[in-house]
């Protein structure tokens, strides 16, 4: 945390159990649990998980894990993320048996490398949305689908777009800078709103029933 990182960390206590410190004045606690991630709670994410094809296999062998956790306070909830990113990131380059990162709240499950390919975004100020937001992608025939998994964690809305012509990884990446624009602006998408990357382009916005989530979701058309 402090050669790689460059952060500031005090008031170290606990033991090789559970540890409290703090990282830029947020206060984090890890704790070590004698026994892996339950299974059950890893299984319905292996299916959809497109960023670890082989979790399933590797994670077989797991046999602990850490609680990682930024405790509650009043910090903007993207520094809080970036935050908790660096300490995962840490965990995972100074322990050589780790394997990945799971994220209940955002159905996300990635492998070492690929998280710690991600973290370092960080090291250019860009946002590693992709460990901290799941991004789902349905192929049809004719059309593509996408929708967003874990902006509600920063008090945003879930974004579906449906039944576009666009193939999903065009989608993909096309959704990309509107979440970073989001969550770096802190902004705030409405109902009835446009929004776009230039003069020309007006992508309208509705919010409505989710189609491949839960409560409302903002639809764009596209």
Do not use: C
């Not at 602990?64 to 809080?80: D, F, G, K």
């Not at 973290?119 to 590693?128: G, Y």
């Amino acid at each position: 945390l402090k050669n790689y990182w460059k952060l500031d960390v005090s008031e170290i206590s606990g033991d090789d159990s559970v540890a409290t410190f703090k990282i830029e004045d947020e206060t984090v606690a890890v704790a070590i649990m004698p026994v892996p991630v339950p299974r059950n709670d890893l299984e319905p994410i292996f299916d959809f998980n497109y960023l670890w094809k082989n979790a399933s296999e590797e994670l077989k062998s797991s046999t602990n894990h850490a609680i990682v956790s930024v405790l509650a306070s009043e910090t903007n909830q993207v520094e809080r993320f970036k935050i908790l990113t660096k300490l995962n990131a840490s965990i995972l380059r100074t322990t050589s048996n780790s394997l990945g990162i799971y994220q209940g709240s955002q159905t996300l499950l990635l492998s070492k490398k690929l998280y710690l390919d991600f973290a370092d975004f960080l090291l250019t100020d860009d946002l590693p949305l992709q460990l901290w937001i799941y991004i789902g992608i349905i192929n049809d025939e004719n059309d593509s689908s996408i929708y967003t998994y874990g902006m509600k964690e920063f008090g945003k809305s879930e974004i579906e777009i449906l039944k576009s012509p666009m193939k999903g990884s065009e989608l993909y990446d096309f959704l990309l800078p509107i979440l970073n624009y989001i969550l770096e602006s802190d902004v705030t998408l409405k109902d009835g709103e446009t929004i776009g990357f230039s003069e020309e382009q007006k992508i309208k916005i509705t919010k409505s029933k989710g189609i491949f989530l839960e409560g409302e979701t903002l639809k764009f058309e596209v």
